[in-house]
């Protein structure tokens, strides 16, 4: 059973260009969320996915984007890169469909994301 | 704002001993807590998830306590072991709130 996988695992981008990170939930999940996590610091939420739609959004500007598409999987879009973009971008699945707000979030290894 | 804290920030401990792990939240509204282990450079992975209705929960020697009223959890590692050897991070999530709120971490180190 695979659990959830990202691509691609590392990325050096050049300041301003523009990345797409991708997810997989794993096998049975609906629901996909994004976090950020900057070096030393815990994670941040980004926005979830459920049915095709964000269901939430954190404190990220307008530069972040995403899609979930019909079989469940996402992508993360960042437009004009900055320095500080710089991270391990995490995504998560869980069933939302199983158990509400109790399901347990299943994380991917994460895409570490180098601007220069 | 749900503040999520930990402390210490790193911990080194010797082999076999046990390990305590501090997490405290502002916002004692929370819907459960979780605890995850986070190995370097990889994702996280889910160790306890502590309902708000409940005190604790156990996997293994794993052990994690919620106090909801004083805004503070702890996870206890019995005879600790190198391989866990690990940042440990607690979050908590509230109703209506699809998001987690993560503390910094505690980076452990078991020395052999």
């Known amino acids: 059973d695979a659990g959830v996988t990202q691509s691609p695992t590392h990325l050096i981008k050049t300041r301003g260009q523009q990345v797409t990170l991708r997810c997989s939930p794993k096998s049975g999940h609906d629901t996909v969320s994004w976090y950020q996590q900057a070096l030393g610091q815990g994670p941040q939420f980004i926005f979830q996915?459920?049915?095709?739609?964000?269901?939430q959004r954190g404190n990220f500007p307008d530069r972040f984007s995403g899609h979930q598409f019909p079989n469940y999987s996402s992508e993360l879009n960042v437009n004009a890169l900055l320095l500080g973009d710089s991270a391990l971008y995490l995504c998560a699945s869980s069933s939302w469909r199983s158990n509400t707000y109790n399901s347990p979030l299943h994380f991917g290894n994460g895409t570490r994301l180098t601007v220069t | 704002k749900q503040e999520v804290t930990q402390i210490p920030a790193a911990l080194s401990v010797p082999e076999g001993e046990n390990l305590v792990l501090n997490c405290s939240f502002t916002?004692?509204?929370?819907?459960?807590l979780q605890w995850f282990r986070q190995d370097p450079g990889k994702g996280l992975t889910s160790l306890l998830l502590i309902q708000s209705s409940q005190r604790e929960q156990t996997s293994g020697r794993l052990n994690a306590s919620l106090d909801k009223s004083s805004g503070r959890s702890t996870l206890y590692i019995a005879a600790s072991q190198p391989g866990d050897s690990a940042t440990y991070l607690c979050?908590?999530?509230?109703?209506?709130?699809?998001?987690?709120?993560f503390g910094a971490g505690t980076t452990v180190t078991v020395r052999a």
């Open positions: 996915y459920y049915e095709e739609e964000e269901r």
């Open positions: 916002d004692s509204a929370i819907y459960n």
């Open positions: 979050a908590v999530s509230r109703s209506n709130d699809y998001k987690l709120s």
